[in-house]
C-alpha cells in the first residue's frame, strides 16, 4: 500500500486493514452537484476504489462557488458534471476507478446504477430522486446516505434498510414540488455544503470499514449561519412506514416516467424520452447548422433560439433553458430535436 494513505492509515479507526477495506468497495454517488463534488473529492482522496458517479448535468459558472472540483474552463466548454469529476478526480488521485454516467436516474435505470455498489451516498437536489433512491436501496438492502443543504442550513441521516428508520419513515410524504426552498431561489453558501458532505462522508468511511457503533444514528440538521445545531436520536424502523415497513415500493414500481421536468428555480426543463436513446450529436448538430448556431462537444449539442437555449444530451434529454413551460419546451424538442 503507497504512502499515500499513510495518515489515514494511522488513524486507529482505519488502520492498514480498514483501508484494504476502502481501497476495494464500490460507492455509488447520485448526483455530482455542490455536495456530489465534495463528496466525490473526499472519497476519492481517501482511496475508495471504485467511485460510479451519475449525474444529468453540465458545469455552469454560477456552480464554481461552491461546486469544489469544477473550474472555469469546465463551465467554458460545457462538461457534463459527471465527466469534469471524472477528470478532475484522476488529476488529484490516478489509482480509484471512476466511472462517470451522465444520466437522469429514474426507475429504469436505477437498478442498473446500485447493483455491485457497497454504499450509496446522496448529492442531489431533488426529493424525487431520494425517494426513488430510498425505494431502491431498502429493497436491495443497500446502506444509503440521505444529505441536502440550501441557502446556510442542511441534513443528513444514514440509512441502513431494516436497522434504521429509512427516509420514508421520517419523512412520509415527498414534500409538493415548489414548496421547498432550493439553491436557485433561496441561494447556498458554500460552508453549508462543506459541513453536510463531510458529516456524509465520515459516516460513509464508517459504513465501508465496518465501525457500525460509530454511526450518529441520527438525524442532523445544521445551520452554519445562526450557528445552530440539532440532533434527533433516530430509534428503529417504523414498521407502519410503506417502504420499509410494508414494502411498497412506491416510487420504483410507478408506471410510466414523465417524460418532462421542470427544474425548479432555474428557470428551465428537462425533456427525457421515456427510454434513453443513442442520439449521434454530430449528426444533430449538421442538421442544425443551418438554422441555428451550434456548439457541439462530445457529449452534448447547444444552441439557442430566441430567449431560448437548448442543450441536447446524447441519451437523447434536453435542458431548455429560459422557459418554465413544459408546452414550449417540448414543442423545442419537437422542432430541433425530433420526437
Ligand atoms: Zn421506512
Not at 471512476?98 to 446522496?122: H, K, P, R, T
Amino acid at each position: 500500500m503507497n504512502e499515500r494513505y499513510s495518515r489515514q492509515i494511522l488513524f486507529r479507526e482505519i488502520g492498514r486493514e480498514g483501508q484494504e477495506k476502502l481501497l476495494n468497495s464500490r460507492v455509488l454517488l447520485v448526483g455530482c452537484g455542490a455536495l456530489g463534488a465534495s463528496h466525490a473529492e473526499m472519497l476519492a482522496r481517501a482511496g475508495i476504489g471504485k467511485l460510479r458517479i451519475v449525474d444529468r448535468d453540465f458545469v455552469e459558472y454560477t456552480n464554481l462557488q461552491r461546486q469544489t472540483l469544477f473550474k472555469e474552463s469546465d463551465a467554458e466548454n460545457r462538461l457534463p458534471k459527471a465527466v469534469a469529476a471524472r477528470n478532475r478526480i484522476a488529476e488529484i488521485n490516478s489509482e480509484p476507478q471512476v466511472e462517470a454516467i451522465i444520466a437522469d436516474v429514474n426507475n429504469s435505470n436505477i437498478g442498473q446504477l446500485i447493483a455491485g455498489c457497497d454504499l450509496v451516498i446522496d448529492g442531489t437536489d431533488n426529493f424525487q430522486v431520494r425517494y426513488l433512491l430510498n425505494d431502491a436501496c431498502v429493497k436491495n438492502g443497500v446502506t444509503w446516505i440521505y444529505g441536502a443543504a440550501v441557502s446556510s442550513y442542511g441534513t443528513t441521516m444514514t440509512i441502513i434498510p431494516h436497522k434504521t428508520p429509512c427516509l420514508r419513515c421520517i419523512f412520509d410524504e415527498m414534500p409538493d414540488a415548489g414548496s421547498s426552498p432550493t439553491c436557485d431561489t433561496a441561494g447556498v453558501i458554500m460552508p453549508i455544503i462543506a459541513i453536510v458532505s463531510a458529516t456524509q462522508v465520515v459516516e460513509a468511511l464508517k459504513v465501508l470499514v465496518g465501525d457500525f457503533d460509530s454511526l450518529h444514528g441520527s438525524l442532523m440538521h445544521f445551520d452554519v449561519w445562526s450557528n445552530d445545531r440539532q440532533r434527533i436520536k433516530l430509534g428503529g424502523p417504523n414498521a407502519d412506514c410503506k417502504c420499509c415497513g410494508q414494502g411498497v415500493y412506491e416510487f420504483l414500481d410507478a408506471e410510466s416516467q414523465e417524460f418532462s421536468a421542470v427544474l425548479c428555480g432555474r428557470n428551465a426543463v428537462q425533456i427525457a424520452p421515456p427510454r434513453s436513446a443513442e442520439l449521434d450529436l454530430a449528426a444533430l448538430a449538421d442538421r442544425l447548422k443551418f438554422s441555428v448556431a451550434v456548439r457541439v462537444n462530445e457529449y452534448l449539442v447547444r444552441f439557442a433560439v430566441g430567449e431560448y437555449e437548448m442543450t441536447v444530451f446524447r441519451d437523447g434529454r434536453a435542458i431548455v433553458k429560459g422557459t418554465d413551460d413544459v408546452s414550449t419546451a417540448r414543442s423545442m424538442y419537437a422542432r430541433y430535436v425530433g420526437s
